[in-house]
């Protein structure tokens, strides 16, 4: 969602700028802008649409000065318009502001602000902040952010800089994050690292309800209480070719023929094979909250919460532990019985999203353990969990979540047989699981070799305007992230169903011609599967199959067909999701769609 950069130091910084919102357009956002500040005062340049669009209207009238903040939005208050676009001035354009976010009682702010005399020039919550900051504002401009903060109540992640003092900026946070990023001569604050790391390696990553000063040589961070606090200074290693497409035409198509790689560096020195149990350091420590647990709970949201049902059902086979998979929206809001005895298990590829942090501060509350699964280093959920495994897929820059799936069920899969392990599992058994596991990249690359293939296949069916994808057992969970790989990508409407379920209501779609995806890899499922298939064929339904290597039953029914490498039931997802990723990828491509930024999606849902 919602981007923000800002920069002080001794280059003019517009262009800067611009490229940092690049860097930033895969979070999801549908208008943009920039200002900069010189002795002449503060210039805005907004448009609507792309940074590209951003970028030509600058390129007219770029706005002058080496102090500067930028801003990608992704509409909440108010429509998709250039006056809702950020920065958002004071009504003196005093100070300008850009803003990521939610200030909930905007609307008593406003009316406050109207009274005062305040005239507004858009409709959106943000730029109450501004006009509120602008209100306060009598030359110690992190006096009046923190006044304004004072009475917000809301999330933030935010910079401000002031017309009369164009060397420095204020940022701060609570809830939507904001990276300090220290150079030399110049420093930085954005969303996130990947627009920073261009220019240093050294960053601080602010916590809830700071307030940063910079200047070009200089950063102090205080709280909200003005008293200081110690800046804690990361380095932070992103290769910058992995922000880059390289010879792909698209980041989710580098993203899925990444997998071998991303795996590979998921499970590296995490699998100790003559002990036949995976090796976690991030959760050594809270082992016996683990192996006493009563129950686990699994919480995220989209993709990651397809990779949890996916969890659980590995850890209820290996471990006998019952799990239970919620939606983080819904989780926070139902009550949920939690006791230091149900750790709860918190996946996200981000670990910014607002509803899984939500959740989490509910866990918490419950005394319950809290744990991570995160892709995003030093991002807020593994800032704020008790212990947990990242995920180390890489940046994933697509909207689409490919590459962080798998590793997200990689993940799942070795915490499964690393508790089992513990709670009796065998040495040889958990020797065969991760031999398993070892083979999985090349497995993989077998399955892109056929993307060519896949292609064809989506030829067949790129005007369809619905589908079906149908799994069973563990694979029904494949089924459904197949199904919103569809949705999120191509529009194509798709329903993700277990296989069975099909007779209780969607059979009712099936018409001649209508594509049904079926994952029919060989399990305890598979002959029921089988029949499935017939009542599709029975009523016309194109069927195009996802099967074991050298498959003959099923094969016979199918339209199309889709093998994948035999592997052991538990793992088998890691396989069979790909070839859907690449489907619904070309199935975009042939629609003309923006793969790698849906309409109205974004990457890191920073809102509830
Ligand atoms: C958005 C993204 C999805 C992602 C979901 C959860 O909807 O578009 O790809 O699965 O958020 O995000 P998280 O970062 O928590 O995994």
Redesign the pocket.
Known sequence: MCGVVGYVGHRECSSLLLEGLRCLEYR?YDSAGVACVDASGISVVKSVGKVATLKEKVAERPPQGRTGIAHTRWATHGGITEANAHPHTDMRRRVALVHNGIIENYQTLRAFLEREGVRFSSETDSEVLAQLIGYHYDGNLYEAVCKSLEVVEGTFGLIVMAADQPDLLVGARRGSPLVLAIGENENLLASDVQALVAYTDRVVFLKDDEVVNITPREYKIRGLDRAPHAAEIEKIEVALESLEKGDFPHYMLKEIFEQPKSLHDTMRGRLNLSEGTPVLGGIANVRDIFKNAEKLVIT?????WHAGLIGRYVLEEWTRIPVEVEYASEFRYRNPILSPRTPVIF???????AD?LAALREARMKNAPCLGIC?VVGSSIPRATDAGIYTHAGPEIG???TK?FTAQVAVLVMMAAWLARQRGMSLGRGREILSALIEIPEQIKKITAQSDRIKEIAETFKDEHHCLCLGRGVQFPVALEGALKLK?ISYIHAEGYPAAEMKHGPIALIEKGMPVIVIATRDVTYEKIGGNIQEIKARGGSVIAVVGEGDKDIAEMADHLIEVPNVMPELAPLLTVVPLQLLAYHLAVLRGCDVDQPRN?????TVE
Do not use: F, H, M, Y
């Not at 999606?601 to 849902?605: D, F, H, I, T």
């Open positions: 999801g995220a949201c989209g993709t990651s996946i996200s590829q981000s670990g910014e999203t899984t892709n909207v689409a979540s962080a999120e999606l974004a990457k890191s849902v």
